[in-house]
């Protein structure tokens, strides 16, 4: 009966709210296994028409249209049944009840339905908004940079319309390609101002430190500045957040140099078999160096050679679930992706991971693929 529940609370609230919501859903339905129980038992001669009558009013209240049709369907069984099991055909009370059920069904389906279509022209509104505010922080990566091929993907979730704070760019610089991928704590204005001050400082810093660390140290500063800002709303949210980064650099050898703070590490794709960059030691994310001293925050150096695939990506991407819990399968996913381009391989890779949760993601996925090219090498 899962169907039956399509009106869900709205994103942000409580496990307390959501359970009270359910309970409200199964109202009508508790009344009208209670009117039957009234019905055939010795207790029949009390009036139970206002009950059902009531039933697709309360529907319409917490469910959808769908719901409150179906409400309406088992409170129309319920009159049959028991008009019939007490031989009260014919009588002016039974018409009466019909037609009192009758007008508050009609009236409660279009109430719900206008409810239910207005709430999704609203939502509908918010998630433009939020996806505009989105495109002006995140933009599209170009298709060439250097010596890779590159491509971006950015899939908002399904589950409300808030902005969330994944991030990532990709820029060439002097000392090769530099990109970060990241992932702020938390969803709406705070995470945006949160992403935007460490793309900011990321994008200006690439260009003059020569040092990955620095790199890094400049988005953890920005950080702290952002947080230090006085009278900025919802400043208690920002003051709790915290950036997952990743900064990467691919030079003109065929290495990749990575620094990662507390992100998910990144796949190399190397004649079809998958290898996580694991970092040799777990370093914080920016916001939280203050609770790990004494961990070595160094840039570290792995293969990445001509037809080599590179992805980085955010938690989204790996915490997908199934229908069953189960994770998705970012590597087996990756080393069965047939795709020449990076983008056909991030759609196909889309494709897959939609398939996996059958339409609905969880949480936003942010993907950034570079693939080595052979001809740059040396050049």
């Not at 919501?21 to 028409?49: D, K, N």
């Not at 007490?86 to 009236?107: H, P």
């Not at 250097?146 to 610089?173: F, H, K, N, W």
Request: charged share 20%; aromatic share 6%.
């Amino acid at each position: 009966m899962r169907w039956l529940f399509r009106s869900s609370p709205r994103p942000g609230t409580g496990a307390y709210s959501r359970v009270l919501f359910t309970l409200g859903q199964c109202v009508p339905f508790a009344i009208a296994l209670l009117v039957v129980g009234i019905e055939f038992s010795p207790a029949h001669f009390l009036y139970t028409g206002p009950l059902l009558t009531a039933t697709p009013a309360l529907a319409a209240v917490t469910m959808g249209p769908r719901g409150t049709v179906s409400a309406v369907a088992v409170a129309l069984a319920v009159s049959v049944a028991t008009a019939t099991h007490n031989d009260a055909w014919g009588s002016q009370q039974v018409y009466t009840n019909f037609l009192a059920l009758f007008l508050v069904s009609v009236a409660s389906v279009t109430t719900s339905s206008a409810v239910r279509t207005r709430r999704q022209s609203e939502l509908d509104q918010v998630r433009r908004i939020a996806a505009a505010a989105q495109a002006v922080i995140l933009r599209p990566v170009p298709a060439r940079l250097g010596p890779v091929r590159a491509a971006s993907m950015y899939l908002a979730a399904e589950a409300g319309a808030q902005i969330g704070g994944d991030l990532y760019e990709a820029v060439q610089t002097r000392y090769g390609v530099r990109m970060i991928v990241g992932d702020v704590r938390g969803k709406g204005l705070p995470a945006v101002r949160a992403a935007a001050a460490v793309l900011g400082a990321f994008r200006e810093a690439v260009h003059y430190e020569d040092d990955l660390v620095e790199v890094i140290n400049h988005c953890a500063a920005a950080l702290r500045r952002e947080c230090g800002v006085p009278g900025v709303s919802d400043q208690e949210a920002l003051l709790e957040g915290f950036v997952t980064a990743l900064v990467v650099q691919v030079p003109d050898g065929p290495v990749v140099e990575v620094v990662n703070h507390g992100h998910p590490p990144p796949l190399v794709l190397h004649r079809g078999t998958v290898q996580a960059l694991m970092p040799a030691s777990e370093l914080p994310p920016l916001g939280l160096e203050d609770f790990v001293i004494g961990l070595p925050d160094k840039t570290e150096s792995y293969p990445f050679t001509p037809g080599d695939r590179l992805l980085l990506y955010t938690d989204g991407v790996i915490e997908a679930r199934n229908r069953d819990k189960d994770f998705f399968p970012l590597s087996e996913a990756m080393e069965s992706v047939d795709a020449r381009t990076p983008r056909e391989f991030l759609e196909r890779l889309h494709q897959e991971l939609l398939r996996h949760t059958e339409g609905s993601l969880a949480d936003d996925v942010a993907m950034l693929l570079v693939d080595r090219v052979e001809e740059e090498i040396g050049q």
